[in-house]
């Protein structure tokens, strides 16, 4: 089955800086790849996807690449703000899986003023 | 548009009790699923189906764990008798359709189970 590795599990900048999350799959036929945010005792919700046609999606200060040769992917957070301090889990799906999201373990994100 | 429903929002038993938690998709979803989250961990994927019917539940624990999905609509996960490892956070989520290409999986508020 499909296995997502996440790194790094922690991560803490400061406002105004970026930051980076990147995610490895091992399922080459994965083509689905979504970002999850969740804060503390609330649902995950879904910031930003990117699918295998595309190597790069951009939403205002969110943007997501994709290298499918090496099977990773990654998130940027550009001008980052306190309100994204969460944490951010990726995922990964394929037709063979049915299409469920595999999750890796998150990364707990922190923006200090 | 409605979100997922979940209930009840937490649970508190006691080892080798039962328990089950209901999920309400939002309309018109044919796929859903159960996730089961430790905590400091992603969502484990339990059981997913595509209308009543299971798509893959080859990680849920069938020794303990059951789910159904009478009709397509509703859904209840039980558990049956648990175990202290079993404290997590389970979340059903709901998307679209399996097979009209990968859609955006929506998460309801989840239940808290805590076993003592």
């Known amino acids: 089955g499909e296995n997502v590795e996440q790194h790094p599990s922690t991560l803490s900048v400061q406002e105004g800086d970026s930051a980076v999350i990147k995610c490895t799959y091992s399922d080459s036929a994965s083509n689905y790849f979504p970002w999850y945010k969740q804060e503390l005792g609330k649902r995950p919700q879904l910031i930003i996807d990117?699918?295998?046609?595309?190597g790069e999606k951009k939403d205002q200060r969110i943007a997501v690449t994709l290298n499918k040769t090496a099977k990773h992917f990654s998130l940027h957070i550009t001008e980052t703000q306190p309100e994204d301090s969460a944490v951010y889990f990726c995922a990964a799906s394929s037709q063979d899986s049915g299409y469920a999201l595999n999750f890796g373990k998150g990364t707990s994100l922190l923006v200090t003023p | 548009e409605a979100g997922v429903a979940q209930s009840p929002r937490y649970k508190i038993i006691e080892k080798r009790q039962s328990v089950a938690f209901w999920c309400n998709p939002i309309s018109g979803h044919a796929t859903l699923y159960w996730y089961q989250q430790i905590l400091g961990q992603g969502p484990k994927l339990l059981i997913q189906?595509?209308?009543?019917?299971?798509?893959?539940d080859s990680q849920l624990p069938k020794d303990r764990f059951s789910a159904e999905r009478l009709k397509g609509v509703d859904s209840t996960l039980k558990i049956q008798p648990a175990k202290l490892e079993d404290s997590a956070v389970y979340l059903c989520?709901?998307?679209?359709?399996?097979?009209?290409?990968?859609?955006?999986?929506?998460f309801g508020q989840g239940t808290r189970l805590t076993v003592v």
């Open positions: 189906f595509q209308n009543n019917g299971v798509v893959d």
């Open positions: 989520a709901s998307s679209q359709g399996q097979f009209i290409m990968n859609t955006e999986a929506f």
């Open positions: 990117i699918r295998s046609n595309v």
